[in-house]
């Protein structure tokens, strides 16, 4: 979800009222002031005085972030997670997985777990590309199993015919999942963590 905070933007040309947004891909400045900076071109990261300044391009940005600096200057330095940390999977993991999956990325990341059959896995990753394969899942969840995480790969955004997360979160919700978290995976496609209702 990133990292988003008020800032004021210390210019050549004056001070500006921004907002300041970090995703894994880099630095969107917004408001009085805009800039998009890819992270790998932010180099000479410091935080001075509540001011965190860096090198991007070329240019030399300042921002007053105040007590938030040295955070921002460690989150700026920091590399992002691998979309296999996001969405947990380590090396040797068990998992299962219930459809095409529809990216590389996603392939990569699930690479080293190791797959095994639903009900034994300890995270399941499903794909739903339509409103039948959503609507079919809570049974498909019944039968074989699974009392796991699940990851749902949903599609996001307008150039997708994938259901969207609005879509997913409700037909899990009327079933007893309950969404904890979710991971961006490409442009146009998504992904909500669910777990388990709790046997009452």
Do not use: N
Request: hydrophobic share 45%.
């Amino acid at each position: 979800m990133g990292r988003q905070a008020r800032a004021t933007w210390i210019g050549d040309d004056g001070l500006a009222a921004v907002t300041l947004h970090l995703e894994s891909g880099g630095l969107q400045v917004s408001g009085e002031r805009r800039a998009r900076l890819p992270r790998a071109a932010l180099t000479q990261v410091q935080a001075t005085d509540g001011v965190v300044s860096f090198v991007a391009q070329g240019d030399t940005y300042r921002f007053r972030l105040g007590a938030a600096a040295s955070a921002w200057a460690a989150a700026l330095t920091t590399p992002p997670p691998t979309l296999a940390e996001k969405l947990g999977v380590a090396a040797g993991r068990t998992i299962a997985v219930h459809g095409e999956l529809p990216v590389a990325e996603l392939e990569d990341a699930l690479a080293e777990a190791t797959r095994v059959p639903p009900f034994e896995a300890e995270l399941v990753v499903v794909v739903v590309r339509d409103q039948h394969e959503l609507a079919s899942l809570p049974v498909w969840f019944r039968e074989c199993g699974v009392a796991a995480p699940v990851w749902v790969v949903h599609g996001k955004g307008r150039l997708t015919t994938a259901p969207g997360d609005t879509a997913v979160r409700s037909a899990l919700r009327e079933s007893g999942w309950r969404d904890t978290k979710v991971s961006a995976i490409a442009d146009t496609w998504s992904a909500t963590r669910f777990h388990p209702a709790k046997a009452s």
